[in-house]
């Protein structure tokens, strides 16, 4: 298991040290561009795959945020989208939903808590159930990653746990 801080708030999914440095590796080769996909594993983890997807921000189908570029928000579309939906039915779902922050900060932002929540007219609620991992990377390394999962006494998203970077 990852070194991690939990702060309080629903449990959460376990990922290894060897998965997240897999996610590191995919959040370098995408920078400056934020990297995106999903972790897979048994429904009660811990998390046994990752799933990377292409991100599709310059195709400008960002529900919220077209305009931006890629190095500030992310697209999981098409065939990926089409996967990861799947898998919820599946024996080995898709568990947690990660992105990157070039900027080398990892935290949910409001426009990331738009996407992964539904309109208050569909209920509310998570898009996916799925937690939510995003990684902070910057020039030099990976400095922190976050993980986030819905609660419904919040009324969203919190933090749930937080790992070491790395040097990649």
Partial sequence: ??????PAGPEPISISRAILEQVYAEARAAYPA???????????GPVTTVRACTNQQASGNHPTAADRPAETAYVIEGADLL???RSLDGDQP????YHSHP?????LSETDRGVATNPPEWGGGPTYP?????VGIDTGRVVESALFAWSDEADGYVEIARFA???L
């Fill in 34 to 44: 934020e990297c995106c996909g999903w972790l897979a594993g048994p429904v009660a």
């Fill in 83 to 85: 996967a990861l939906d």
């Fill in 165 to 167: 970077g790395a040097e």
């Fill in 94 to 97: 898709a568990l947690v939903i």
């Fill in 103 to 107: 900027n080398g900060r990892a935290y």
């Fill in 1 to 6: 298991m990852a070194e991690q801080h939990e």
């Fill in 130 to 134: 799925v937690q939510q991992l995003v």
